[in-house]
């Protein structure tokens, strides 16, 4: 360091030692210019301690070699701002130290002037900072000091970007100052308990300067010391301020303020985030929705190390709330500055003359929310029924992970196969949900909805057209396509509804010449439709057959349009991507062994509507013919009058349209060989391609018409009203309250198949039309198909197949020759498959309320109701019929060994009756008796009684039997399936790829968002 000039105001060498502490994260190439301003320094005892990461050791070598006088510090990668300074200051003995960022740099007289206003106010307890200036033009402002309000958020008391008048010539108390730059004792430190290591990047300048306030300090803004500043080193630090702004603010109040303050203070947190999360919800802002649960979960997480922190500053606090509240600005800094930036808007706005677009934007939003809000009311304060595919979550939190981690399941005769993914996906829904499993199904069938439209504006967000994200979320949400799927219970379709526009986003921003405002780069592309592909193929895994059917249709409509330009990206993209997240699932999609297993319905079951029906998606109860065929004015808008880019994709979004509909016409004539799945999930893919028609229309009303005659202008006044005429079923299907969801079910009906535990176990077959099983079912006799619950009535469980054993395919032959009356005592065949209700739906909700209807029991009348040894039920509702089998036996049942020999099982007894788990049976057997299982037999089954794994019998392919004891009249015993070592691999490793995936994603989107601003302060600069 340079030595101190002879000033006649103070000698310096009486000063103390003074040490610069810079921490250092990927410096840009003008760090030089930091190191060398402070070696220039006139102040004589200083030294400099560089705190860096050990991947940075190479680039900070030359520096170290230059300059002997420079101390490293290296601390581990990964740390945050405040984990790195402590272990960096843990090893300093100066009293003084100064607190620097990597992208400052001092006037020569920084240090000396900050040491001097020290020295003046003669109390440790001081933080003292320079003013700060623009890096490239130093005659403007940079932010130094700032007021805050309760809530932990800070003003800059001066803009970045004003020019320096002087009017900081004079020395500030302020309520806080930058970590840019910032002076201060040791001991002061020590006192205030260093850094809080938990607030990483954003947020430390607060928290150490409230707690310097608390703790009977002054922060000094020193405006005779200056140093240039860039502002970019938090940036660097890979933190997201959007995400991490409000859990550091949280923290930093709640956790230093007296507890008073803080319980004020965590009311007015409620309140606030409250405000803000609907203001971001109506704003469709989904970082901002976002970050407002995050930052409370992640406080909650970190509560215990908040907790001691508290304690640590409740030592030395000095401050009570009153003084506090007289040093903080009065309100919320971010409402007002929320305000002020919406005033500043409108008046941008106006001045370009966009003003009434802008409200019309808005209104638009608040519009289609309050609809979906209105319409889907009954569904938020109600209970929803159980149709189709919407039956109920486990009650209890972990059921569904363990039986993804068993490797058992009970579909058809209980086979040996892989879960989906899914299922430890909805427990950490159910986990989120506080385990509320009624709360968790409400969320997943009401979310879609809002999910879907909200992703429907976002297509057009970016695009230079204010209407237009307005006109593709409406269409989208008026499209009758997700209320039938709701009234027909398609969980398929609603989840397809949901994340088809989010895969669209990504992939028309794949070409280079898009239209959808900038484009994404491969790998942002890639992350982004793996990730989803991945999350919704665990749940629908026809959503690959779906997403390769848009991308052909894609492709042959940029032939059609003769510009095939970007085509080979998107479809090398869209390979990669469905192949990873097809990996993602491979165990549970290498176990489906039928078409219908993935979603779609049996071979030879086509689908029953008339073209108009499927051109208007009038499916179900909701949309009509005359008033769907509005939407095609919109539709058909771009082709008639579009140019360029725009009626490029007008021909692609048409080629998409095109191909799903030709799939489902095909499948109504019967011309295909495969079974298909419910109309709805064909026609999630039109909607979304006729909203996206009608976002195209406003494009190319906004870009090609701005000239256009009246006789041109023709088309879009049939277009606008076309548009309006659409919206009409949406308007009147609000209007229930439950979007033409079923307000009962068959549970009523159903009560018959519910038996007492001590009765022992039993198997209940449901026979129906795949598409009103609502359950992945098993095909048999006249194109119908069978699946099995244990216990009762299904589960979500249900709705994912497997692999069929010998034992399962017997049984499927057996309810064959029953349908097809080849036999009398279908009841004593089934006996030994432990069947004891067979349940035939016709209807997926009783009558008189509307749903879908498929008359199965017209189909197997004669058959079933010329057994001798089935009785029908009760039942009064004709929406179902339900056989009671006569000759049934428990599922586990004690026989005589005699009757293993021929499998006859009439003098069957209950034996190990309570199902304990998903795989694991108890209870008690009686002496001299055999054990019966009517499962699929597999060697990972043992019995064990009285602590004595019996021995097997070999009783044939239909299922398992086990040797008694005879020296005791009745004993404990408990059947228990033990999985395999392998399979519990295979799904750690599978956790491993998704966990890796997850981590994959963030940091490839955190890396896209840096170079994003780096490119926009480039920009600016």
């Given at each position: 360091m340079q030595p101190a000039s002879d000033s006649p105001e103070q000698a310096l060498s009486d000063l103390p030692r003074v040490r610069i502490v810079l921490p250092v994260h990927e410096p840009s190439p003008l760090f030089d210019e930091t190191i060398q301003s402070i070696q220039d320094q006139d102040y004589p005892h200083l030294a400099l301690t560089i705190v860096h990461e050990t991947a940075a050791a190479g680039p900070l070598a030359r520096h170290v070699e230059a300059y002997p006088n420079i101390d490293v510090a290296r601390v581990p990668d990964g740390l945050g701002f405040g984990a790195r300074l402590n272990l960096a200051i843990a090893d300093i003995d100066e009293p003084l130290l100064i607190i620097c960022h990597d992208d400052i740099a001092f006037s020569p007289d920084t240090v000396s002037t900050l040491v001097r206003e020290f020295m003046r106010r003669g109390d440790e307890a001081t933080l003292v900072a320079p003013k700060l200036l623009d890096w490239s033009d130093p005659v403007k402002l940079a932010p130094a000091g700032f007021d805050a309000d309760r809530f932990g958020e800070t003003a800059a008391m001066v803009r970045g970007g004003d020019l320096d008048q002087g009017q900081q010539e004079r020395v500030s108390d302020v309520f806080g100052v930058s970590t840019a730059c910032v002076l201060l004792a040791r001991s002061f430190l020590d006192t205030l308990g260093g850094f809080d290591e938990a607030i990483d990047w954003h947020g430390e300048a607060h928290d150490l300067s409230l707690r310097a306030r608390l703790c009977g300090g002054k922060v000094i803004l020193a405006s005779a010391a200056s140093a240039r500043h860039?502002?970019?080193?938090?940036?660097?630090?890979?933190?997201?301020?959007?995400?991490?702004?409000?859990?550091?603010?949280?923290?930093?109040?709640?956790?230093?303020?007296?507890?008073?303050?803080?319980?004020?203070?965590?009311?007015?947190?409620?309140?606030?985030?409250?405000?803000?999360?609907?203001?971001?919800?109506?704003?469709?802002?989904?970082?901002?929705?976002?970050?407002?649960?995050?930052?409370?979960?992640?406080?909650?997480?970190?509560?215990?190390?908040?907790?001691?922190?508290?304690?640590?500053?409740?030592?030395?606090?000095?401050?009570?709330?009153?003084?506090?509240?007289?040093?903080?600005?009065?309100?919320?800094?971010?409402?007002?500055?929320?305000?002020?930036?919406?005033?500043?808007?409108?008046?941008?706005?106006?001045?370009?003359?966009?003003?009434?677009?802008?409200?019309?934007?808005?209104?638009?939003?608040?519009?289609?929310?309050?609809?979906?809000?209105?319409?889907?009311?009954?569904?938020?304060?109600?209970?929803?029924?159980?149709?189709?595919?919407?039956?109920?979550?486990?009650?209890?939190?972990?059921?569904?992970?363990?039986?993804?981690?068993?490797?058992?399941?009970?579909?058809?005769?209980?086979?040996?196969?892989?879960?989906?993914?899914?299922?430890?996906?909805?427990?950490?829904?159910?986990?989120?949900?506080?385990?509320?499993?009624?709360?968790?199904?409400?969320?997943?069938?009401?979310?879609?909805?809002?999910?879907?439209?909200?992703?429907?504006?976002?297509?057009?967000?970016?695009?230079?057209?204010?209407?237009?994200?307005?006109?593709?979320?409406?269409?989208?949400?008026?499209?009758?396509?997700?209320?039938?799927?709701?009234?027909?219970?398609?969980?398929?379709?609603?989840?397809?509804?949901?994340?088809?526009?989010?895969?669209?986003?990504?992939?028309?921003?794949?070409?280079?010449?898009?239209?959808?405002?900038?484009?994404?780069?491969?790998?942002?592309?890639?992350?982004?439709?793996?990730?989803?592909?991945?999350?919704?193929?665990?749940?629908?895994?026809?959503?690959?057959?779906?997403?390769?059917?848009?991308?052909?249709?894609?492709?042959?409509?940029?032939?059609?349009?003769?510009?095939?330009?970007?085509?080979?990206?998107?479809?090398?993209?869209?390979?990669?991507?469905?192949?990873?997240?097809?990996?993602?699932?491979?165990?549970?999609?290498?176990?489906?062994?039928?078409?219908?297993?993935?979603?779609?319905?049996?071979?030879?079951?086509?689908?029953?509507?008339?073209?108009?029906?499927?051109?208007?998606?009038?499916?179900?109860?909701?949309?009509?013919?005359?008033?769907?065929?509005?939407?095609?004015?919109?539709?058909?808008?771009?082709?008639?009058?579009?140019?360029?880019?725009?009626?490029?994709?007008?021909?692609?979004?048409?080629?998409?349209?095109?191909?799903?509909?030709?799939?489902?016409?095909?499948?109504?004539?019967?011309?295909?060989?495969?079974?298909?799945?419910?109309?709805?999930?064909?026609?999630?893919?039109?909607?979304?391609?006729?909203?996206?028609?009608?976002?195209?229309?406003?494009?190319?009303?906004?870009?090609?018409?701005?000239?256009?005659?009246?006789?041109?202008?023709?088309?879009?006044?049939?277009?606008?009203?076309?548009?309006?005429?659409?919206?009409?079923?949406?308007?009147?299907?609000?209007?229930?309250?439950?979007?033409?969801?079923?307000?009962?079910?068959?549970?009523?009906?159903?009560?018959?198949?519910?038996?007492?535990?001590?009765?022992?176990?039993?198997?209940?077959?449901?026979?129906?039309?795949?598409?009103?099983?609502?359950?992945?079912?098993?095909?048999?006799?006249?194109?119908?198909?069978w699946t099995s619950s244990l216990d009762g009535s299904q589960d979500i469980r249900a709705a994912w197949g497997g692999e069929s054993g010998l034992a399962t395919e017997l049984l499927g032959e057996a309810i064959g020759a029953g349908i097809d009356g080849r036999t009398s005592r279908l009841g004593r065949e089934l006996s030994r498959f432990g069947v004891r209700y067979l349940v035939i739906l016709d209807r997926q909700v009783p009558l008189p309320e509307p749903g879908r209807a498929e008359l199965a029991s017209s189909v197997q009348a004669d058959g079933f109701a010329a057994q001798l040894d089935l009785v029908r039920s009760g039942v009064v509702n004709p929406a179902v019929v339900v056989y009671e089998n006569t000759a049934w036996a428990p599922l586990n049942s004690a026989v005589s060994p005699a009757a293993l020999e021929t499998l006859r099982v009439d003098d069957a007894a209950p034996a190990v009756v309570f199902r304990t788990s998903h795989d694991e049976w108890t209870g008690q057997v009686r002496a001299g008796r055999s054990v019966y299982s009517a499962l699929e037999p597999s060697s990972r089954w043992s019995l064990t009684i009285d602590d004595q794994v019996r021995p097997r019998v070999d009783v044939g392919p239909v299922g398992m039997a086990f040797d008694g004891l005879t020296d005791s009249e009745v004993t404990a015993a408990s059947l228990v399936y033990e999985t395999n070592d392998i399979h519990r691999l295979v799904l750690g490793a599978q956790t491993f790829a998704w966990l890796a995936m997850a981590f994959l994603r963030r940091w490839i989107v955190g890396r896209e968002r840096r170079l994003n601003r780096a490119a926009e302060r480039s920009v600016r600069a």
């Open positions: 860039r502002g970019d080193f938090e940036q660097r630090g890979g933190a997201s301020t959007d995400l991490r702004r409000r859990r550091h603010q949280m923290r930093s109040v709640l956790g230093s303020a007296p507890p008073a303050s803080a319980r004020v203070s965590l009311v007015g947190f409620i309140g606030l985030h409250i405000i803000e999360f609907v203001v971001a919800v109506a704003r469709l802002d989904l970082v901002e929705v976002r970050s407002i649960p995050a930052a409370w979960l992640w406080n909650i997480g970190h509560v215990r190390s908040l907790i001691q922190r508290r304690q640590q500053i409740s030592r030395h606090v000095e401050l009570d709330g009153a003084e506090l509240r007289k040093l903080r600005r009065r309100g919320s800094i971010r409402l007002s500055e929320s305000a002020d930036r919406r005033v500043q808007e409108r008046e941008e706005a106006a001045d370009r003359g966009e003003s009434s677009l802008t409200v019309v934007r808005g209104l638009g939003a608040v519009a289609i929310g309050s609809i979906l809000l209105f319409g889907a009311r009954h569904l938020l304060t109600r209970s929803i029924p159980v149709v189709g595919e919407f039956r109920a979550v486990p009650d209890d939190w972990g059921t569904l992970s363990a039986d993804w981690w068993s490797g058992w399941r009970p579909w058809g005769m209980g086979v040996e196969a892989w879960a989906p993914f899914a299922h430890p996906l909805l427990d950490v829904g159910g986990f989120l949900t506080f385990g509320s499993a009624g709360l968790l199904r409400m969320l997943l069938i009401v979310l879609p909805l809002p999910i879907g439209v909200i992703g429907a504006w976002r297509l057009f967000e970016r695009t230079e057209s204010p209407r237009a994200p307005v006109v593709a979320a409406a269409l989208y949400a008026a499209s009758p396509v997700p209320y039938n799927a709701l009234a027909t219970g398609s969980m398929q379709a609603m989840l397809l509804y949901a994340s088809a526009p989010w895969l669209l986003s990504h992939l028309v921003r794949i070409p280079k010449l898009t239209v959808f405002g900038s484009s994404r780069s491969r790998r942002a592309s890639v992350v982004g439709l793996v990730t989803l592909l991945a999350v919704v193929g665990a749940f629908v895994p026809i959503v690959f057959v779906v997403f390769g059917l848009v991308v052909v249709g894609l492709i042959a409509g940029s032939f059609l349009a003769g510009d095939m330009r970007g085509m080979a990206t998107l479809l090398g993209v869209s390979a990669v991507a469905a192949a990873i997240g097809a990996a993602l699932n491979a165990p549970y999609l290498w176990s489906l062994r039928h078409w219908s297993q993935v979603g779609a319905g049996i071979d030879g079951a086509g689908l029953d509507f008339t073209l108009p029906e499927l051109l208007t998606s009038a499916t179900g109860p909701v949309g009509s013919v005359t008033l769907g065929a509005a939407v095609f004015a919109p539709a058909l808008f771009p082709l008639l009058s579009g140019h360029g880019q725009r009626f490029t994709w007008a021909l692609r979004v048409w080629g998409v349209v095109l191909a799903f509909w030709a799939v489902a016409w095909a499948g109504s004539q019967g011309w295909l060989d495969i079974g298909l799945p419910a109309a709805e999930v064909l026609l999630v893919p039109v909607a979304l391609g006729l909203a996206m028609l009608g976002g195209l229309s406003v494009m190319v009303y906004d870009h090609d018409l701005r000239d256009a005659t009246a006789r041109q202008l023709v088309p879009a006044v049939l277009a606008t009203l076309g548009f309006g005429i659409a919206l009409l079923p949406l308007l009147d299907g609000s209007f229930t309250g439950r979007w033409e969801l079923p307000r009962v079910d068959l549970a009523t009906s159903l009560g018959a198949v519910e038996r007492p535990a001590e009765e022992g176990s039993y198997r209940v077959v449901w026979i129906g039309d795949p598409h009103v099983l609502g359950a992945s079912g098993i095909p048999t006799s006249s194109n119908l198909a």
